[in-house]
């Protein structure tokens, strides 16, 4: 499944320094407290589908990329295009735990492909 770098980044209490792994999470309690509701929503939904997988047997692997860019496909421009483009334009404003990567839509399709391929 696709999830995002925002059901991993939001902890404060992480050590500096360590790669995020299946141990890393959002901190459930300083998202709601700096009302981070996107945040929480996506650390809050990853929990549920790794509870689901766990109850079912399913077997799940989630891919968390911290921006993702590709074609728009509506009219107006969406929430990684505008922190990309207040990137370029110098005016770029990061949280402190925040890592800044982008990812192409297509790069975590062909992914995604390689891994069911894989697996299968």
């Known amino acids: 499944?696709?999830?995002?770098?925002?059901?991993v980044v939001?902890?404060?209490?992480?050590?500096?320094?360590?790669?995020?792994?299946?141990?890393?999470?959002?901190?459930?309690?300083?998202?709601?407290?700096?009302?981070?509701?996107?945040?929480?929503?996506?650390t809050l939904a990853e929990r549920e589908a790794f509870a689901y997988a766990a109850k079912t047997g399913l077997d799940i692997v989630t891919i968390c990329p911290s921006l993702v860019i590709g074609p728009l496909m509506q009219s107006t421009v969406n929430s990684s295009s505008k922190v990309l483009?207040?990137?370029?334009k110098g005016g770029c404003v990061m949280l402190d735990f925040s890592l800044f990567s982008l990812y192409k839509i297509m790069d975590i399709k062909k992914d995604l492909c390689t891994w069911l391929h894989v697996s299968n």
């Open 10 to 42: 939001a902890n404060p209490n992480w050590p500096k320094g360590k790669a995020c792994d299946e141990e890393s999470w959002s901190d459930e309690g300083y998202c709601r407290k700096n009302g981070d509701w996107y945040y929480l929503s996506k």
């Open 1 to 7: 499944m696709v999830s995002s770098g925002a059901a």
């Open 85 to 88: 483009l207040n990137y370029l």
